[in-house]
């Protein structure tokens, strides 16, 4: 089974608007990822977050990371069209878990 | 540097057949990982290695068994394929363990038919 599972399943917004998208998990964890994936592509890791953080920036990327409430997010701000994609979290325990996307449309 | 390859892209497959595919990467990387991905979900592990002549199980292993001879090269094999193996598999590497990012490949289509 998924350790992970993302929230909306899918998520359409405008250019501009921010997208924030959801990532729980069940079990103890090291550290959360979260990972983009274009149609079709390979996956690109954004941003990865450390059980003993709660917070981390990276460009337009904000992750948060909630241990007690075993849950995540990821924000993006000002979207972009190019930023249409599928986003993925990741937990990492004994071993890597992926939860089943969240695909984001950004209309121009 | 070419990060990570796999070899084949794209293959088709009767039921009953066997192929390894051959995932390798240049960057010195100690952990390799295989996943398969089905439509509209996220990956799942099927085997890892943290190590030149090591192989561990992941999440997703029946039917998969895998090699990690070289450094550079973890091969995944399929000894008897099913439909139910037709998936999209992504190999992926890190430097070691936890807190390293992993390195994707751009996977290799299978249809088993």
């Known amino acids: 089974s998924q350790q992970g599972e993302e929230d909306p399943q899918a998520l359409s917004i405008q250019e501009g608007e921010n997208a924030t998208m959801n990532c729980s998990y069940k079990?103890?964890?090291?550290?959360l990822q979260w990972y983009r994936q274009n149609s079709g592509r390979g996956l690109v890791h954004l941003i990865l977050?450390?059980?003993?953080?709660r917070e981390k920036h990276s460009g337009r990327l904000r992750v948060t990371l909630d241990t007690s409430k075993k849950s995540s997010s990821l924000l993006i701000t000002a979207s972009r069209a190019a930023d249409t994609a599928s986003y993925f979290c990741?937990?990492?325990?004994?071993?890597?878990?992926f939860g089943a996307g969240t695909r984001l449309t950004v209309k121009p | 540097n070419a990060g990570v390859t796999q070899t084949p892209k794209f293959r088709v497959l009767k039921t009953g057949q066997s192929m390894t595919l051959l995932c390798a990467q240049d960057?010195?990387?100690?952990?390799m990982y295989w996943y398969r991905q089905d439509p509209g979900m996220g990956l799942r592990l099927i085997h890892y290695?943290?190590?030149?002549?090591?192989?561990a199980k992941g999440e997703v292993p029946d039917g998969y068994n895998v090699s990690r001879l070289k450094k550079q090269n973890f091969l995944l094999g399929l000894e008897s394929a099913a439909p139910s193996q037709t998936s999209v598999y992504f190999c992926?590497?890190?430097?070691?363990?936890?807190?390293?990012?992993?390195?994707f490949g751009p996977g290799t289509r299978l249809l088993v038919l």
């Open positions: 992926a590497s890190r430097v070691g363990w936890s807190q390293e990012t992993q390195y």
């Open positions: 079990t103890s964890i090291n550290n």
């Open positions: 977050i450390r059980s003993n953080e």
């Open positions: 990741a937990t990492e325990g004994n071993d890597m878990r």
């Open positions: 960057m010195n990387h100690e952990y």
């Open positions: 290695s943290v190590g030149e002549g090591t192989t």
